[in-house]
């Protein structure tokens, strides 16, 4: 077979080309993500009644989602309602924005270990009878502690302020079982 001779302008001319396509490549890339996955799903959570705002990114690969929630009555629908709206499959990572100041979060930091060992020990009941004393001796307007098979729902409202926590559920009896 013979091959043509590579001259300086045919190599020019194959960089070039090699160039315009991953460049093509590239871009149609960014344009899949930015039209058939960014928007549509901001758009849908923009239409959320609990939304405040919505942003989206891929960074290596991943899905990143940061919701801002304005004050919702339960937060556990309203979460619900956001994961409802992303892709039920892929890997994303969803991060909820909330709207906490030092108070709020000090009442946090003093409730945690009550509702992380809920969480961990599935003893829920225990849980929220800690929680139950410790609020009503502290000032505050309206607080929230809900569960499902999957997470643990915390929410603290106080003035114009709330703060939203979702705690994972790991199950005492599935940690037993990985043993």
């Not at 091959?3 to 960014?30: A, C, D, E, R, Y």
């Amino acid at each position: 077979m013979n091959w043509p001779k590579l001259t300086k302008g045919n190599l020019i001319i194959i960089f070039l080309s090699s160039v315009f396509f991953l460049s093509l490549l590239f871009i149609g890339h960014s344009a899949y993500q930015r039209f058939l996955i960014i928007l549509p799903i901001q758009k849908q959570l923009a239409e959320l009644s609990p939304v405040k705002e919505a942003a989206i990114e891929f960074e290596n690969g991943d899905l990143f989602i940061t919701v801002g929630l304005d004050e919702v009555k339960n937060l556990q629908d309203s979460y619900n309602e956001v994961r409802n709206v992303l892709p039920k499959q892929g890997k994303y990572s969803l991060d909820i924005v909330d709207n906490r100041d030092e108070y709020l979060d000090d009442l946090w930091r003093k409730s945690r270990f009550a509702i992380e060992e809920a969480a961990i020990l599935n003893n829920l009941v225990t849980g929220k009878e800690i929680i139950d004393k410790y609020f009503s001796e502290v000032e505050i307007n309206k607080w929230l502690f809900e569960v499902d098979e999957d997470y643990l729902y915390f929410q603290l409202h106080n003035k114009n302020r709330y703060l939203y926590e979702i705690i994972p559920r790991n199950r005492i009896d599935s940690v037993n079982k990985s043993k």
